[in-house]
């Protein structure tokens, strides 16, 4: 299946989605959650002055939104058809079953979508536009107050659900879960798409970190969906 080249395209991808998976799934629970503060994202393109936040590029933030998107969108279809799924992402794909609380889908989700797709997310939006990552460093400061809009309430909701089956099996994960911070996560991100970066010229050195970047990450993500029995 092609890929969304718009933040609207992207949005009703992430719907069809949803409609088309076990509401339990672990790769539904992540995706219904990225639709939400995808959906946010969107609003904040389309009409700043109600979402109450101001992008100073806009149209560069809706192509950083739709690359980003489509790793996890690419994620789905290689899932789909067969392929065997990127490292960075493979623990939620396999892990996706049973045995594990909501919220562990959800972080784990995050931890590979923002500490792997985001940086080759952002070094891919500035080759495109002709930009250096500073450049819009601000915008994607701007992104970090919108997910602090919804992040918490999110977040809350899972939590709640998983106190009320909080037992000496599933208090540690809770507690392994909570320890993860998505505005520290996307801090980091941007150091790597800062490295990623710099080692655009220098083919094998950048190809060697990417992929210990996507091993690496893909490791802390299992260690985030450790079963709960």
Same mark, same amino acid.
């Given at each position: ?16 989605? @949803? ?41 560069? /933030? ?16 290689? @899932? ?138 893909? /490791? ?8 709960? @029995?």
């Amino acid at each position: 299946m092609s890929l969304p080249k718009s933040v609207d395209g992207v949005i009703s991808r992430l719907r069809e989605i @949803d409609a088309g998976l076990p509401a339990k799934d672990g790769v539904a629970v992540f995706n219904r959650m990225y639709l939400t503060v995808t959906e946010r994202v969107a609003a904040v393109i389309a009409d700043p002055a109600s979402a109450g936040t101001r992008f100073r590029d806009a149209e560069t /933030m809706a192509s950083l939104d739709v690359g980003f998107a489509n790793h996890w969108l690419a994620a789905i279809d290689d @899932d789909a058809a067969g392929r065997r799924v990127a490292p960075a992402w493979r623990p939620l794909f396999e892990s996706r079953g049973a045995r594990r609380l909501s919220i562990q889908y959800a972080v784990a989700g995050m931890n590979t979508h923002i500490e792997h797709d985001l940086p080759i997310a952002v070094v891919d939006t500035c080759r495109a536009g002709g930009l250096e990552p500073d450049d819009i460093h601000a915008d994607y400061e701007t992104v970090n107050d919108i997910l602090a809009q919804v992040e918490s309430s999110i977040r809350r909701s899972f939590l709640d659900a998983s106190g009320r089956a909080v037992d000496d099996r599933v208090g540690p994960v809770v507690h392994l879960i909570s320890t993860w911070k998505i505005d520290k996560a996307r801090d980091l991100a941007w150091v790597t798409a800062e490295t990623i970066w710099a080692l655009r010229r220098t083919r094998i050195l950048r190809g060697r970190f990417l992929d210990g970047l996507g091993h690496t990450v893909g /490791m802390t993500s299992r260690a985030l969906l450790i079963p709960t @029995d």
